[in-house]
Nanobody
Framework: VQLQASGGGSVQAGDSLRLSCAAS????????TGWFRQAPGKQREFVVA????????YYADSVKGRFTISRDDAKNTVYLQMNSLKPEDTATYYC??????????????????WGQGTLVTVSS
């Protein structure tokens, strides 16, 4: 089982990026998937999650209205579209998944498969 996160980079405030999380060794449509981020010196925090059915999405207040999670089952990939980026969005972004759902989608401990992280740097 492997999750491969990609798409990070260095951008200016107000720009957009799309992160990808490509899964191998599992069928992503059977898994709830989340994105978390960790800034230097801070704890890893929840960003967004999508239920295994794809019918429900959950967003941290800090990214609501700016970030969108989606999934392409044919490509076995989950995406994170990030618009109107702010300097405070600077972090390493990790995707994670778990079989089916958890009520605690915002907890890192709810996920048992993690990608390696992709760095997003937003300058003002």
């Amino acid at each position: 089982v492997q999750l491969q996160a990609s798409g990070g980079g260095s951008v200016q405030a107000g720009d957009s990026l799309r992160l990808s999380c490509a899964a191998s060794g599992l069928t992503i449509s059977n898994y709830a998937t989340g994105w978390f981020r960790q800034a230097p010196g801070k704890q890893r925090e929840f960003v967004v999650a999508i239920s295994w059915s794809g019918g429900s999405t959950y967003y941290a207040d800090s990214v609501k209205g700016r970030f969108t999670i989606s999934r392409d089952d044919a490509k076995n990939t989950v995406y994170l579209q990030m618009n109107s980026l702010k300097p405070e969005d600077t972090a390493t972004y990790y995707c994670a998944c778990r079989y089916r759902d958890s009520d605690f989608y915002y907890r890192t401990t709810s996920y048992n498969n993690w990608g390696q992280g992709t760095l997003v740097t937003v300058s003002s």
